[in-house]
């Protein structure tokens, strides 16, 4: 039975007398409960079929206090395998329809208590699917001002209203002499009529389905237009250039445009104009707006021609409805859907790529020399040991004023002989190109094939730095030292490091300041959580930044697991957790399978086998064992209980074979060519190798490692239709590619994929920026450009997968293009 049908029920009986008080509240509750549930099964069943009592058991699940990573790891059974993307949603939009309800009930109580509610606004507000039509329906019954049509219908005008709504053929100044009422402020024909129609147009505002209809209409056919701002200096238009003189559909403007207008607008560039249709043609947007007064006219009742005598009176009363009205409300409604949409879509990258990062691949324990570069101030040095701690740090001079290029050298290559590092991570900032040839040298000098530089990116590095959780790990450091320690750390597990820093300063997504603060704060953490969760965490040797980001941890349990591994050494077992305060059953349900024990009294500690399902994993290994099978041998179904179904013994099955293993890819890292260090080397038909540094709706940015990301645009990815740059490419991805263009003025360097693509007969003599349509289009969208959602992908190279390496270079593209921030 449908939630309104069991509403009109029970309100029925109440009505009667034959429920209690308490019988209703719990009847409404549960309705507004399973209309929740049927509708948020419906939105994720777009994608993959979902059905209620998956959604209905994940929402008691997740209200019972289970986080997402448990219920999509460890509660497989319970929501029918609903992944943690699934669930992801699933909250987020639960969040969201439980406001709309509580909305709904505020709207209907305030409607009531002024005595205004009837069976067909009840109805209405049960009906509302967003809080948009919910507004529409409260709109008229506001608490406000007294407005002009209420002060027409106290002085009795509205029975003119009527009357030339109903007979056009009435002269509507003879019948405005009929109401003259000077006492009121009506006092000549010419008031009268101006009351009348401010009673028309009003009613025209509230009719709720007019304007939906209306609404929808103009999202469908609508345009939006931008123009150059009156006092924008030629300086400040230059990134808004292709914006200056821009019309586009409304249902039909990318992400990234909508919030290059609205970026554009508020910082006083552009003039932005929501029209019924293109805006420079006068014409056709007269010939639009005459549609939307015809159906005004029609919900009025209007059949009059125009010669008739009130036929000018009513026509200017339309369009004053229309254009005062109703106009002036889509546009602000119609902006705000744009840039919601918009706003998603930007999270919802947002989130991908740094989904991507998190989970590159890591270089594992080795001692690393990390080097944060810099050109005045010098390049400071520190060296990590295997366990990430540092352990000498100091400061050189190679670059110019100092110059002291050769003592540099001399002292890089002791420290890198007395600690035994395999690895040099140079930052990717300022001098970056001009330490990574410093570090070549220190390699030649080592004479040994065993240790390797990578270009690592420095995003929020200083972030971290400056922050209270840098100066509690190192103790005593310059904050200028500290950059370098992270830059070290982050190649030998990116992961456990970037949870140190605000996902919002690495650097991997764009127009972040333009979106709403606490959606995108939401959607990052849940990534940051996810990722934690799929690797695992090792409780004795995890910092309390990691920790904390553990299913059912949190800051406060983090601080107290460290507190009490320092007090009392190393944890022996999972269940030894029991013993940190305020750690409870509850909260030890939740993380106890993503903490892992390697080396204690427990083999199943190291694994990602939940100590609940200890016995079912012994019960699988002996049987494995006397049946002389292997584990993937076994069949599923011969072990499902009441507890645990296929799905989670597939699971143990699977850890059996490969314990705690490492869901993150191979570590490999980009080969920079050289030579070539700033944008000036880079010449048309140069094969380069490079990292992904971003991944945007129209293509992806690649770190070449000379201080400016080149652009692969989309239609340059691939010989087949591409319509999502993640099909293809995903951030911290390895990639060869051809340069296609290269204009230094401008600092765009365009790139393709297709490394048989040929330049044309004569391009390398085209002017600067105008050799290839792609890096026409990549220009455009290099200045205003807004990633969407996609799918994590991989590139082919030389018929070999490469996975994201550690290095990842963190989109600096749309900073160094002048957008980002």
Not at 221 to 226: P, Q
Request: glycine fraction near 8%.
């Amino acid at each position: 039975m449908r939630a309104e049908s069991i509403i009109r029920r029970f309100s029925l009986m109440v009505h009667n007398g034959s429920v209690s008080s308490e019988q209703k509240n719990n009847a409404a509750s549960t309705a507004v409960e399973q209309r929740i549930i049927d509708q948020l099964a419906k939105e994720l069943s777009v994608e993959s079929k979902v059905q209620a009592w998956q959604v209905k058991a994940a929402i008691e699940l997740l209200d019972s206090g289970s986080t997402v990573p448990f219920i999509a790891r460890y509660r497989k059974e319970v929501t029918g395998m609903l992944s943690d993307s699934q669930l992801r949603l699933l909250e987020e939009r639960l969040r969201y329809l439980r406001e709309l309800e509580d909305r709904r009930v505020a709207v209907r109580e305030a409607i009531a208590e002024a005595g205004k509610l009837t069976d067909q606004l009840d109805a209405a507000i049960a009906a509302a699917a967003t809080k948009s039509e919910l507004e529409d329906i409260y709109l008229p019954f506001k608490s406000k001002r007294r407005t002009k049509a209420q002060i027409a219908r106290e002085a009795g005008l509205e029975p003119l209203a009527d009357l030339l709504l109903s007979n056009p053929q009435i002269d509507p100044v003879e019948a405005a002499a009929q109401y003259l009422n000077a006492g009121a402020g009506f006092a000549t024909d010419v008031d009268v009529l101006s009351g009348a129609r401010s009673i028309v147009t009003e009613r025209v505002s509230q009719d709720v389905v007019l304007a939906a209809d209306l609404r929808e209409r103009l999202w469908k056919t609508g345009k939006i237009g931008s123009s150059q701002a009156a006092g924008a200096s030629s300086e400040g238009t230059g990134k808004y250039s292709d914006y200056l003189d821009y019309v586009a559909d409304l249902d039909n403007l990318p992400s990234h445009r909508v919030l290059a207008l609205l970026r554009g607008e508020r910082d006083g560039v552009l003039n932005l104009q929501l029209a019924e249709a293109d805006p420079r043609d006068s014409d056709a947007v007269e010939a639009a707006r005459s549609g939307y007064e015809n159906a005004i006219a029609a919900s009025l009742g209007i059949t009059a021609a125009a010669d008739a005598p009130a036929g000018k009176w009513l026509a200017q009363t339309v369009r004053l409805a229309w254009k005062a009205r109703l106009l002036t409300r889509f546009e602000s409604d119609l902006r705000s859907r744009l840039f919601e949409a918009a706003e998603d879509e930007s999270v919802k990258i947002f989130a991908a790529n740094l989904r991507d990062v998190l989970l590159a691949a890591p270089a594992g324990n080795k001692a690393v020399l990390g080097l944060d570069p810099g050109l005045r101030t010098g390049v400071k040095v520190a060296v990590v040991d295997l366990t990430g701690k540092a352990i000498e740090t100091a400061t050189i001079y190679p670059h110019a004023p100092a110059n002291k290029w050769n003592e540099s050298v001399a002292i890089l290559t002791k420290l890198a002989q007395k600690h035994g590092t395999s690895l040099i991570a140079v930052g990717n900032g300022t001098a970056g190109r001009e330490t990574d040839r410093l570090a070549a040298e220190v390699i030649k000098a080592l004479g040994t094939k065993d240790v390797s530089k990578v270009i690592v990116s420095e995003a929020g590095a200083s972030v971290y730095s400056a922050s209270e959780l840098a100066s509690q790990e190192l103790p005593g450091m310059d904050v200028s030292l500290r950059g370098a320690v992270s830059i070290a750390r982050r190649l030998q597990d990116p992961l456990a490091e970037l949870v140190k820093i605000d996902p919002k300063s690495i650097g991997v997504g764009q127009y972040q300041h333009d979106v709403t603060a606490s959606k995108l704060d939401r959607a990052l953490d849940a990534v940051v959580e996810d990722c934690v969760n799929a690797v695992g965490v090792d409780v004795n040797t995890a910092s309390p930044s990691l920790l904390a980001r553990v299913a059912g941890v949190g800051p406060l349990l983090s601080r107290n697991i460290v507190d009490h591994r320092n007090a009392n050494g190393p944890f022996a077992t999972r269940k030894d957790l029991l013993k940190v305060p305020r750690l409870g059953a509850k909260a030890f349900e939740q993380c106890a399978g993503f903490l892992r024990i390697t080396g204690g009294k427990e083999k199943l500690d190291a694994s990602s086998v939940h100590p609940e399902a200890y016995k079912l994993a012994r019960t699988l290994q002996k049987a494995a064992e006397e049946q002389g099978r292997r584990l993937e041998e076994l069949k599923p179904a011969d072990f499902v209980t009441e507890q645990f179904g296929e799905p989670t013994i597939r699971d143990v099955v699977a850890e059996l074979q490969r314990p705690a293993r490492d869901p993150r890819g191979e570590f490999v890292t980009a080969t920079l060519k050289e030579g070539v260090e700033s944008i000036s080397d880079v010449k048309p038909g140069m094969i380069m190798e490079g990292t992904v540094s971003n991944v945007a709706a129209f293509g992806a940015f690649v770190d070449l490692g000379v201080h400016q990301d080149g652009l692969i645009h989309v239609s340059a990815m691939s010989n087949k239709f591409i319509s999502d740059p993640r099909e293809v490419v995903s951030s911290g991805q390895i990639v060869k590619v051809k340069v296609l263009d290269v204009d230094t003025a401008r600092k765009r360097i365009s790139l393709t994929l297709r490394l048989d693509d040929e330049l044309a007969a004569g391009e390398q003599d085209k002017p600067a920026g105008q050799r290839d349509r792609a890096s026409r289009n990549s220009g455009r969208e290099q200045r205003a450009g807004q990633p969407r959602t996609a799918q994590r992908g991989r590139v082919q190279n030389g018929g070999k997968t490469q996975q994201p390496a550690a290095n990842t270079a963190m989109a600096e593209a749309l900073r160094r293009a002048g957008l980002g921030k």
